[in-house]
Structure formats: C-alpha cells, structure tokens
C-alpha cells in the first residue's frame, strides 16, 4: 500500500474496513462503480467541448472517453451476471466537495489546470480503491476484476498530470497538484466511512 501511496502521492490511505463494508454491500458498490465510470466518460467529453483548440488534450481525451465507457459497460455485465441490478445514482459527496474550491473566472491556463489534476485526483483514488478491493476481497474473480481497474486508473492519473504539464510550467503545476493533495486529504478525513461507494 506504501508504494501505491508514494506514487499516486494520495497523503491519506482509505480506512481498511472500507474493503468490508464494500463487500457487503456489493450490488451497490458495483452500481456506484459503474456510474464513476460513466461520469468520467462525461467529463473528458466535457473538457473536450471545452477545449476544442487544445490539440493534444483532445487526441489524448479521446480514446480515454471509449475506455471509461467501456468500463461501464464492464461492470454493468458484472451486474447483470450476478443477478443484480443497477440501482439510482447517488450525489458524489467527494466529487462536489473536491469541485468547490476549483479556479473560477480566471485565466482559461488556471481553470484548465485545475480541471485536470482534480481529475488526476479522482482517478489517483479510484486506483487505491480498486486495489484496495483487488487485494481485500474474498471473491478471486472480484479480485482480479478491480485489479485490472486499478491499472487503468493508474494510467489515467499519469495522463492528466502529463497534460497539465504539456501546458503549464512544472513548477506551477507541482505547487498547485501539492495543495490539491492536502486539500483531498481533508476531504477524506471528513467523509463517513461507507462500502456503498467508490468514493
């Protein structure tokens, strides 16, 4: 778990007994899950739209926009396989609280930067969770499932990081992606402990 820590950067590590609770609440573990991958294909067509001008942003968006659908796809067949069903999405209490202090009415270079290493963040987390999951659940299968998300979402994280850094000087983006660390860990602090989500 250290090593995953050091290179994500995450300062807080999620509460073991998360992988438990999550466990047990598997149907809605897996219905969370597959609407963090469905939103995550909304926000890169989003920041797409945005954007347009940034070529190499919208090369590189792209693809990731089928590969995250595709994972809704994933787990919505995980669902169905085991005769469960997709509930209602749920208001991502993480998401919204790590949007709040995001760069408005400024430069279109800050706004841009700070869109992308919150969604570093996001899928920096959604990584340890799914190793968390990939190492701590009971079913072998579920355990290789999330660890193949895991290394997805590893990937991603890098992507942001590097397109921020095709944009702006390192040196700003490191200052910035160093206060949004400990802004997330405050985040974390404060959150319930609860396996109905990813988050």
Not at 13 to 39: F, G, M
Not at 126 to 137: A, I, P, Q, T
Not at 143 to 162: C, D, K, P, Q, V
Not at 164 to 189: N, S, T
């Amino acid at each position: 778990m250290d090593a995953v820590k050091n290179i994500l950067g995450l300062q807080l590590p999620t509460d073991p007994r998360w992988v438990n609770l999550a466990e047990i609440s598997l149907e809605a573990i897996l219905t969370d899950h597959a609407y963090c991958e469905q939103k995550a294909a909304i926000s890169c067509i989003s920041m797409i739209q945005r954007y347009p001008h940034r070529v190499e942003l919208v090369n590189e968006l792209a693809p990731i926009v089928t590969e995250e659908w595709g994972h809704f796809r994933l787990v919505l067949q995980e669902l169905r396989k085991r005769n469960l069903t997709l509930g209602k999405q749920r208001k991502d209490e993480y998401v919204n609280q790590l949007m709040a202090p995001k760069t408005k009415g400024d430069s279109e270079d800050n706004r841009l930067l700070d869109e992308l290493l919150i969604f570093a963040l996001i899928e920096a987390r959604s990584c340890e969770r799914f190793k968390r999951l990939s190492e701590g659940l009971g079913d072998e299968y579920l355990r290789n499932f999330y660890r193949r998300f895991m290394e997805s979402e590893a990937g991603h994280y890098t992507l942001f990081i590097e397109l921020a850094e095709l944009y702006i000087d390192k040196e700003k983006v490191r200052q910035r992606w160093d206060y949004w660390l400990k802004y997330e860990a405050e985040i974390m602090k404060e959150l319930e402990v609860r396996g109905d989500r990813i988050h």
